[in-house]
């Protein structure tokens, strides 16, 4: 492995010569060269640290890492700025902005469309334009109106970033900094906010859509925008820097398996057995780190639901698009200004199991709502689903355990585990992996218990090959090849041949 986890090859794990070589002190060892290289050491002699190998440049490999380290160590961040033509659009809206408020009611201009309210804008902004003696091209005209129009009915600076479908994730730290991600790199974008009442201003708006608030009383809040993007904001005092947004941008075009396979994520055995697990109503927990892809990975297992089945969602801020006629999404409500008045996750569970549902979805569970979901999971609503933060399957089942422990229900660790081996049948885990991919990394079986220990059983894995020079990681779906022991619940939807020849 080099400095940051790149290796350079499959063999990368040379011996020296004779068995008796220790690797270069820093880089990568390689293997020998034969035939005249090999021919060219000394007859009994070994390389010694840092020497280099026979047949081998001198230090090569150490000096590419060394370099790479002080690239890193002397390398100085400067802040994007944004293009002339941009700068002098906004420079000028500052100015038209308070005359063109003068002329509208703000109430009116509510009731309008974008489209109509950039033709009542038109002639108004050339009057004002006028006034201020400054003359604009079509070009300059039109870009004015869009951000003059995103000011007063969008969220400002963000609209450009809301609309391109590239961009995955939005960061504001601030009025002066914003980081986009887009295929999986974080990059600095040019955005600006004109101070930070301005970016104050937008995050209240987003927030109050949903009917929430933000400010220093309740310096915290979750949203969601109209297509289902998730919202976060934290204000002063807690944020030393103003303002903090950052927004998970929802995929307009529902995300089915066979897409996550299209992309890489998967292999054509994974997502068949994925869609049979969907379609046979499989207890399923997806699990992965924050950005790895859970939430859009339960959408698409959505789609394998019977769309005769009552499907009930429950999320803290509701980002399920599910892909059924009978799905009625809930979301919890936080506490008022006197902190009263909250629901819960597990207010929303209970309540659930009295709506006749066929399953039960929860976005994510964080807490000791994980045992009311594994009761529904156990009282006749199999296929229920959910999403947890964890890093492997079998750390999976231990947070579950931690979280059902971190609620007032007194009951023995070992009836909890069982609880748990006896509710979930599968555990899917998603990672983001270092180049920006998103991938099932696992598909693993809960089988049951032995002792107090919950027995598990790998159906899939992603093993890891090798890396090219553009820093894509390289490997391979490989099936365990192992007869499944969720066989019995395939056969009763007739799935079980199928599921069968998917994992073996």
């Not at 006749?356 to 709502?369: Q, T, V």
Request: net charge negative.
């Amino acid at each position: 492995m080099t400095a940051f986890g790149r290796r350079s090859g499959i063999g990368g794990q040379g011996q020296a010569l004779g068995g008796q070589g220790a690797r270069p002190a820093f880089g990568v060892a390689k293997p020998l060269k034969t035939g005249a290289d090999a021919s060219a050491a000394l007859p009994g002699s070994s390389p010694l640290p840092g020497d280099p190998f026979p047949g081998e440049t001198a230090t090569a490999p150490r000096d590419d890492a060394m370099s790479r380290l002080a690239d890193r160590a002397n390398a100085v961040h400067e802040q994007s700025e944004q293009s002339g033509f941009e700068a002098s659009i906004h420079k000028i809206k500052e100015q038209v902005l308070p005359r063109l408020l003068e002329r509208v009611d703000p109430e009116a201009a509510a009731t309008l469309t974008k489209d109509e309210l950039s033709e009542e804008f038109r002639p108004i902004i050339m009057e004002v334009l006028a006034e201020l003696k400054i003359t604009f091209n079509r070009r300059e005209q039109f870009a004015l109106e869009k951000v003059l129009i995103d000011e007063l009915l969008g969220f400002g600076p963000l609209e450009e970033l809301l609309n391109d479908p590239e961009i995955s994730d939005i960061m504001v730290n601030g009025p002066n900094q914003t980081y986009i991600e887009r295929k999986g790199k974080l990059q600095l974008a040019p955005t600006k906010f004109r101070d930070e009442q301005h970016l104050f201003q937008i995050a209240q708006r987003i927030v109050n859509q949903v009917g929430r608030r933000v400010d220093q009383t309740t310096p915290l809040a979750d949203a969601r925008l109209k297509d289902g993007s998730r919202v976060n904001v934290i204000v002063p005092p807690l944020s030393l820097r103003g303002t903090a947004i950052s927004i998970r941008k929802f995929s307009e075009k529902p995300i089915t398996i066979d897409m996550l396979q299209g992309f890489g994520s998967m292999s054509e055995k994974m997502a068949t057995a994925l869609k049979i697990a969907g379609a046979c109503r499989m207890n399923i927990v997806i699990s992965g780190g924050t950005g790895s892809g859970k939430t859009t990975m339960l959408n698409a297992l959505s789609k394998m639901i019977d769309p005769g089945e009552r499907v009930l969602t429950i999320e803290d801020a509701a980002e399920l698009r599910l892909q059924q006629p009978h799905w009625l999404p809930l979301e919890t409500r936080p506490p008022n200004l006197e902190g009263q008045g909250a629901i819960t996750i597990g207010d929303l569970v209970k309540n659930a199991l009295r709506m006749r549902p066929d399953r039960i979805i929860l976005g994510e569970i964080r807490g000791a709502e994980c045992f009311d979901l594994l009761a529904a999971m156990n009282t006749g609503h199999d296929g229920s689903m959910c999403t947890l933060h964890a890093n492997s399957p079998r750390e999976c089942l231990g947070r579950m355990e931690n979280m059902i422990l971190m609620g007032d229900i007194k009951i023995p660790k070992e009836a909890i585990s069982r609880q748990i081996a006896e509710s979930v049948d599968l555990i899917v885990q998603v990672k983001r992996l270092r180049d920006g991919s998103r991938r099932t990394t696992n598909i693993t079986e809960v089988i049951g218990m032995e002792g107090d220990v919950i027995v598990t059983q790998e159906l899939f894995k992603f093993e890891y090959l090798d890396e090219t020079d553009e820093g894509k990681i390289i490997g391979e779906f490989r099936p365990s090849g192992l007869r499944p022991y969720t066989l019995e619940k395939a056969r009763q939807f007739g799935f079980d041949q199928a599921y069968l020849e998917a994992c073996l």
